[in-house]
């Protein structure tokens, strides 16, 4: 397990603020050189720390208008099998399995109502193993 020193955590949070941050700007902010920063992020990378560089999308924009976390109850023989086939739905952007009151949690991402509860009904519904669906519609995000 790796534990990032001062600079590393400075680096992170950076990089988590904009992933677009050049080494060079990172390097001016921390006072260090741009070869120092680039060895740091590649450590990080090659560590697993960084999994990856990616973007942040509004799905308003997008005409999405409808955002739900739902939790999948399942057969528990079925757990593996069931998250896998959620991860194939475009419309899911996150699968986890959980403890808690669902075992699988999921994130979606629609048109609006009508086109989730077709999701919901016609593909997550359809799936074998799944024994229960429980979708909570989000109203609004106030932190990423």
Not at 61 to 81: N, R, Y
């Amino acid at each position: 397990m790796l534990i990032p020193d001062e600079i590393d955590s400075k680096i992170l949070q950076m990089l988590e603020k904009d992933g677009r941050s050049s080494f060079n700007e990172i390097a001016k902010k921390l006072k260090l050189s741009e070869s120092a920063i680039r060895k740091r992020v590649l450590a990080l990378q090659s560590k697993g720390v960084i999994k990856k560089f990616t973007i942040q999308v509004d799905p308003a924009k997008l005409g999405l208008h409808s955002v739900a976390i739902v939790g999948v109850d399942v057969e528990p023989t079925k757990l593996l099998e069931v998250a896998q086939k959620l991860c194939d739905i475009s419309e899911i952007r996150s699968v986890a399995t959980s403890t808690g009151d669902h075992m699988i949690m999921t994130e979606i991402w629609t048109k609006d109502g009508r086109e989730l509860t077709r999701l919901l009904s016609e593909k997550i519904g359809a799936i074998e193993g799944v024994k229960k669906i429980c979708p909570a519609i989000i109203l609004e995000k106030f932190k990423e």
